[in-house]
């Protein structure tokens, strides 16, 4: 005389999820982004990237509460590829010049060229996505004890000589730069008097205590910013 019952299935849920965890961990594979560095004239790929990978937790706890409720389904893993943010492909078509920006320096004295040229040396720089850099921050201050050199600057409505002079004309060639290459400008003031080696509000003036220059990338690669100053 046999009798049935009926016998509800159980299984401990949070032993499954461990068990997806421990499977993550173990199958969890970063992704590599093509490595750039500056090198002397332009930027270098020296390194390719590699795809990552991970487990996808969710469509895996799917899958096993229905092998054990049901007896079917995959027993393959759903691992989804994880892309890098920098391809060696999209690194290779990226490293090419975006804009070029010049500004005459010929009518300067060696003083102040000397000041032009110090106060961009700073800027052979990469810039990485969301990156802000300050003009002052990263000069630093304008004094004989750096380096600088006295020269013509302005002060107010009238020129005198100040340590540093110059230096706005690097901060304004940096600016033109900047607005060509799509570079977001947080901070940019103008001179009190107009200047002669950029056009009407394309200037950029820069002091230690009021007046800066700075930007943001807001763009989705880093860029590369080369300087040089030459007797023109």
């Known amino acids: 005389n ?10 401990d849920e949070a032993l499954i999820d ?15 982004n093509a490595e750039i560095i500056m090198d002397s004239d332009r930027p270098e790929l020296i390194g390719d990237s590699a795809e990552g990978q991970e487990l996808d937790r969710g469509a895996a706890k799917e899958q096993i509460i ?15 590829t994880l892309e890098p943010d920098m391809s060696t492909e999209l690194a290779q078509s990226g490293l090419e010049l975006i804009v070029e920006y010049k500004t005459d320096v010929s009518a300067r004295d060696y003083n102040s060229r000397f000041n032009v040229r110090k106060a961009l040396q700073y800027f052979n720089m990469r810039v990485s996505p969301g990156e802000t850099i300050d003009f002052n921050a990263v000069v630093g201050p304008r004094s004989e004890a750096r380096g600088f050199r006295e020269a013509t600057e302005y002060i107010g409505n009238t020129t005198g000589k100040g340590f540093g002079g110059g230096v706005c004309q690097a901060s304004s060639t940096l600016y033109g730069a900047l607005l060509k290459a799509g570079m977001t400008i947080m901070s940019r003031s103008p001179h009190s008097m107009t200047v002669a080696y950029v056009d009407p509000s394309l200037d950029a003036a820069v002091t230690e205590t009021s007046k800066n220059l700075v930007f943001k990338n807001e763009t989705a690669n880093p860029i590369f910013i080369y300087t040089e100053v030459t007797k023109e």
């Open 2 to 11: 046999p009798v049935y019952f009926d016998a509800p299935l159980q299984y």
């Open 66 to 80: 229905s092998l054990i409720e049901t007896g079917e389904g995959s027993g393959l893993l759903p691992v989804m």
């Open 18 to 32: 461990a068990l997806i965890e421990s499977m993550y961990q173990a199958l969890y594979r970063a992704p590599v």
